[in-house]
């Protein structure tokens, strides 16, 4: 029997979806140009065990991971599938925190993009200056940065930061973003990081903005609060993820293996 087999034989039906979205996510990164080698990592929580979740391991390029490849660790670091590769002890305390702190959580993806650093290392943060911005800044924390992610404590922290928001600029560092699935999360980063570009591209080319009032600001936020609810017509990641899987089935095959 094949070690994927063996796989299949030994989790519920509920954590291999799981895996296979998740694996899908990774190379997702990869093909929007996210990625940062093996310096970044996304997570997943496993459906029918609340204190375990799957993570990269940490060798293996986004553009490698598979469903069968991802490590499911427990909430204290214990490696329930090991893998050659072991896990990032930086990604594990990222990830775990939130995983721990926020039940409703199901994904957290994380990122070093050049966009995304670049407007976290600003002082003001992302401006609200487009209407991509003000559609991010509605569901956006911030966490200030305490050097490279091995210290614990820091978990309460980043979930206090987080707060109920599904976007968490860790400043001088990346993004962070968290959803109730894997969908949901992945498409809060590709928003965020898109409003990032575009601030980054109004701020080179050196021209004076043209600034929104704050009763506008108000009102796009809270109109974009209720189009991304259950309520609204856009629940972030229900339209978007078919199609992107089908774009992944055309063109970059062999995540669900």
């Known amino acids: 029997m094949g070690n994927l087999q063996r796989l299949r034989n030994d989790i519920s039906e509920a954590e291999w979806r799981m895996r296979v979205d998740l694996a899908a996510c990774f190379r997702l990164v990869d093909l929007h140009g996210w990625s940062d080698l093996l310096g970044t990592h ?13 993570i990269n391991p940490f060798g293996m390029l986004f553009e490698e991971i598979t469903a069968s490849s991802l490590v499911k660790v427990t909430e204290d670091g214990t490696e329930l599938t090991p893998s050659e590769y072991g896990i990032n002890p930086a990604g594990f305390v990222i990830h775990g925190g939130v995983h721990m702190a926020k039940p409703e959580i199901a ?3 994380h990122t070093h ?3 995304g650093v670049g407007v976290a290392t600003q002082e003001d943060g992302l401006l ?17 940065y ?3 992610a091995f210290d614990l404590s820091e978990r309460e922290r980043l979930a ?7 976007v968490l600029f860790l400043r001088n560092h990346g ?4 959803g109730r699935t894997v969908a949901e999360a992945f498409m809060w980063m590709y928003r965020a990081e898109r409003a990032c570009r575009f601030q980054l591209a109004f701020q080179q080319a050196g021209a004076k903005p043209k600034l929104l009032s704050d009763d506008m600001q108000r009102l796009t936020m809270e109109r974009n609060r209720h189009a991304n609810s259950p309520q609204g017509y856009r629940p972030i990641g229900q339209k978007e993820w078919p199609a992107l899987i ?3 089935d055309r063109d970059r095959p062999g995540y669900a293996d």
């Open 107 to 109: 994904c957290v993806v």
């Open 175 to 178: 993004l962070l973003t968290v």
């Open 160 to 166: 206090r930061d987080l707060g109920d928001n599904n």
């Open 113 to 115: 993009t050049q966009a």
């Open 42 to 54: 996304l997570s997943a929580r496993v459906p029918d065990a609340q204190d375990q979740f799957l």
């Open 146 to 148: 305490e050097g490279i």
């Open 246 to 248: 089908r774009k992944l």
């Open 128 to 144: 609200p200056l487009t209407q991509q911005a003000l559609a991010v800044l509605a569901h956006t924390g911030y966490h200030d």
